[in-house]
C-alpha cells in the first residue's frame, strides 16, 4: 500500500480525503446552536460538511425525519452551559446573529433580543430548553418545542431523541475537545491523532480568545471559556429535557474513548510529528461498527 504523509496543514492530504472512495459516506455535522462551530474544521477535513449546509444555505439544520442517521456527527454540550452561551452570544452579537437558522420565529428572535439587550437574564431563554433534543428530532433550536409540554411527553421526546442518536456514526463532548477530535479521527481513519487547525477555536469567547492569543491550544482545559465560571456563579434553569439526551452522549463518549483507547498521550499532534497513514484506510471499521452502549441511568438531578 503506498502511504499518506499528514503535516502540519488543516488538511490531510491523498487517502484521507475523501470518504467516498471506501464506499464511506462522508460525515455531516449536525450543529447545535453553540456546540463547537469549530468542529466543521474536523467535518471537512474528511470530505464532510455541516448537515444540509449546501441544500439550504444555512447553519444548524434539524435533523430530518426517518433519514438514515449514521452518516451524521455531533458534539454534545452540558444543556445549562449551552444555553448561558447562547445568552452571552446574544449579548455581544445583538441583530449581527442569530437569526431564522436558529429556528425561532421572527417576532420571538425580536422580542428576545430587545429583552437581552435592556439586561434581561439567562431565564429570559427558559422557553428555549431542549435544543438539542428538539434538532435530533427535526425541529429547529429555539422553536420552543418543549415550553409548555408536559414532563411525561417531553421524558417520551427525550427517550426517541436517544433512540435517534444511537444511529450517529460519531458522538463527541465540546468539553472534551481534545478527546472528541482524536476520537473523531479514529472513527474515520482508525489512527488517533489531532491536527493543529482542529484545536483552534473559530468562535473563542472573550477569556479563551486572550488564552489562545497567548499560544494556547483549545484543549479540555480551556474548551468551557468563561461559561464554566458563570456556571459556577449562576444558576439557570435546570434543562430537563436535555440532560437525558446529554448523559446519554456523555455515556456513549466515555465507552467509545474507553474501547478505542484515546487519551492525551495516545493522540499525537501532528504540528510536532509527522503521521504516516496507509492506504486505503480502514476508515475506523472497528469504531463505524461500534454497538451502541447500555443506556446510562437517566439524571434525576
Not at 455531533?74 to 452551559?81: G, K, L, S, Y
Not at 487547525?197 to 473563542?204: D, E, F, H, S
Request: hydrophobic content about 35%.
Amino acid at each position: 500500500h503506498e502511504e499518506c504523509l499528514a503535516f502540519n496543514d488543516s488538511r490531510l492530504p491523498g487517502c484521507a480525503t475523501n470518504p467516498c472512495q471506501y464506499g464511506v459516506r462522508p460525515p455531516e455535522f449536525l450543529h447545535f446552536p453553540k456546540c463547537g462551530t469549530s468542529f466543521c474544521t474536523s467535518v471537512t477535513l474528511f470530505g464532510g460538511r455541516e448537515y444540509m449546509k449546501i441544500e439550504m444555505d444555512v447553519n444548524h439544520v434539524p435533523l430530518r425525519g426517518r433519514e438514515d442517521a449514521s452518516f451524521i456527527a455531533a458534539m454534545f454540550r452540558q444543556p445549562e452551559a449551552r444555553l448561558l452561551s447562547a445568552h452571552a452570544w446574544l449579548k455581544s452579537q445583538g441583530h449581527r446573529c442569530c437569526h431564522g437558522d436558529w429556528g425561532w420565529s421572527p417576532d420571538r428572535e425580536a422580542a428576545v433580543k430587545r429583552a437581552v439587550a435592556a439586561g434581561a437574564s439567562v431565564s429570559s431563554l427558559s422557553s428555549f430548553r431542549g435544543c438539542q433534543t428538539a434538532m435530533v428530532l427535526g425541529n429547529g433550536c429555539m422553536a420552543e418545542t418543549f415550553a409548555s409540554v408536559p414532563e411525561e411527553a417531553a421524558a417520551r421526546a427525550s427517550e426517541e431523541a436517544i433512540r435517534r442518536a444511537s444511529q450517529f456514526r460519531f458522538v463527541g463532548i465540546q468539553e472534551e475537545w481534545f478527546l472528541s477530535v482524536c476520537l473523531f479521527n479514529f472513527v474515520m481513519t482508525g489512527h488517533r491523532f489531532v491536527t493543529r487547525a482542529q484545536l483552534k477555536n473559530r468562535r473563542p469567547g472573550r477569556a479563551r480568545a486572550e488564552h489562545m492569543a497567548h499560544g494556547g491550544a483549545w484543549r479540555a482545559s480551556t474548551a468551557g471559556g468563561g461559561v464554566s465560571e458563570a456556571l459556577n456563579t449562576t444558576t439557570p434553569e435546570t434543562d430537563m429535557v436535555d440532560r437525558p439526551l446529554y448523559a446519554w452522549a456523555r455515556g456513549r463518549f466515555e465507552h467509545d474513548i474507553g474501547r478505542f483507547g484515546i487519551h492525551e498521550t495516545s493522540c499525537p499532534n501532528i504540528r510536532r510529528s509527522r503521521l504516516v497513514l496507509p492506504c486505503p484506510l480502514p476508515c475506523g471499521e472497528g469504531a463505524l461498527r461500534t454497538p451502541t452502549p447500555p443506556t446510562p441511568p437517566r439524571d434525576e438531578r
